[in-house]
């Protein structure tokens, strides 16, 4: 659902006598504006409602990473002492 922007900005008075028009184009071409000062968009219905209801077959993200993230059976773990080294400036005892 990606438009690109439209080319024509349709003034008010343009929209009022050409709705079918403009209506026609946002199925066909995408999102119409309308308008200079205050601009409005035309936008198909099916388009509006992809944009602005919540995504029910998604899963909620902690979700999805306690499901899919592997839970660290069978790799090694990495060696935590660290060899001796030497720090300079250091007091001796």
Known sequence: MSYP??????????AKARLSEILR????????????????????????????????DRMPLGKWLTSTVT???????PERAEPERFIPFQEAN
């Open 25 to 56: 184009l946002a199925s066909e071409e995408g999102p119409q504006q309308i308008g200079t000062k205050n601009t409005y968009v035309v936008v198909p219905a099916d388009d509006w409602r992809a944009l602005t209801q919540p995504q029910t």
């Open 71 to 77: 839970s660290g059976e069978g790799i090694p773990a």
């Open 5 to 14: 922007h439209p080319d024509k900005t349709w003034t008010v008075a343009e």
